[in-house]
């Protein structure tokens, strides 16, 4: 006779809102050690199956709450739990902060010495968190138009115009940042031509990306008639290649992010005739919770105040399948 293999039990959870009970869809839930992270599905419910006895802490996370950990021991039976989340209370300054930032101690921001700061850093990247587990879990692919107004090429011409459309996919975003490497030959729609890597939502938890940036909470501002918070971000002084500087905007009451408004430091050092260059993004929910860039627009000063703009915009969206149930 062959002895019966051990098998491992259920463990079963809701998370909620503190204040209100209400179930918290899609925040991320994680087992450790050994288990992979997850979302919660529509009512804020989550499984993990199998689970071997013994001690693990529970990490749970959703934008615009505080975060969560707890120990559990898993035992002989299944196990049910209950997790409240308690939003994000942050006290912002009382007017805009302006005027360029030195960065000379570049890392996320200390908790213990600027709290307000280090929880809107926090939910900047719980954005990314979130883009990044959507990416790895339900792959997908997306469309954008693409329209690029050059300078006319003689006197009294119309500007040139051109239209097409750049296919590309949840992995492509998951580049990772590489100090001096912000311009580079470009591939695929881009070959042949000299690229900017402006970041993505992805690169923002990018620890590569974190500790060559400084980061500054500059509070309210108002950006195309509405309010947001505002974190700025500058690269650190001992950078001397080309990399960005810039600004997120966060919604005020969800966290999540809305635009980033970003610069191009240096562009004369790898760009000739550059004299700057500058890119706002906007973003978009495309499943509840979690955003993508939704329209770009890059605006490349040359000499003689002649500006070239390149735009894009999001067409379409296709999942590799469902996410969760849609």
Do not use: K
């Not at 879990?137 to 003689?154: I, K, N, V």
């Amino acid at each position: 006779m062959f002895a019966q293999q051990p098998q491992g039990v259920n463990l079963h959870g809701t998370v909620v809102a503190a204040e209100t009970g209400e179930p918290l869809a899609f925040s991320i839930v994680a087992l450790r050690p050994g288990l992979n992270e997850q979302f919660t599905n529509e009512t804020g419910a989550f499984t993990f199956t199998d689970v071997a006895t013994g001690t693990y802490r529970l990490l749970v996370r959703q934008i615009g709450f505080a975060p969560a950990e707890t120990t559990l021991v898993i035992a002989a039976a299944d196990l049910r739990v209950r997790i409240a989340l308690g939003r994000v209370g942050v006290e912002l300054p009382p007017i805009t902060v302006t005027g360029e930032l030195t960065c000379i101690q570049p890392g996320p921001p200390d908790p213990a010495v600027t709290p307000a700061l280090a929880a809107v850093f926090d939910q900047l990247i719980e954005n990314a968190r979130r883009y990044r587990l959507l990416a790895d879990s339900f792959p997908f692919g997306f469309a954008l138009e693409r329209t690029s107004h050059g300078p006319p090429l003689e006197l009294g011409q119309r500007p040139d115009l051109q239209v097409d459309t750049i296919l590309q996919t949840s992995a492509d975003e998951r580049r990772r940042y590489r100090p001096g490497a912000i311009i580079e030959w470009g591939t695929g729609s881009w070959r042949g031509r000299r690229i900017v890597r402006l970041p993505a939502l992805d690169q923002f938890a990018d620890s590569a990306f974190v500790h060559n940036h400084c980061f500054r909470l500059a509070g309210r501002d108002t950006l195309l008639g509405e309010t947001f918070i505002r974190l700025d971000f500058e690269p650190a002084a001992r950078l001397r290649s080309p990399d960005v500087a810039g600004a997120a905007y966060l919604d005020l009451s969800s966290y999540q992010l809305r635009y980033t408004r970003v610069s191009l430091t240096r562009p004369e050092r790898a760009l000739r005739g550059v004299l700057g260059l500058v890119a706002t993004t906007r973003f978009r929910e495309i499943v509840p919770g979690i955003v993508l860039h939704d329209y770009v627009r890059a605006v490349t000063t040359l000499p003689n105040q002649v500006e070239r703009i390149e735009e894009q915009r999001l067409l379409a969206i296709t999942f590799a399948r469902p996410f969760l149930g849609r």
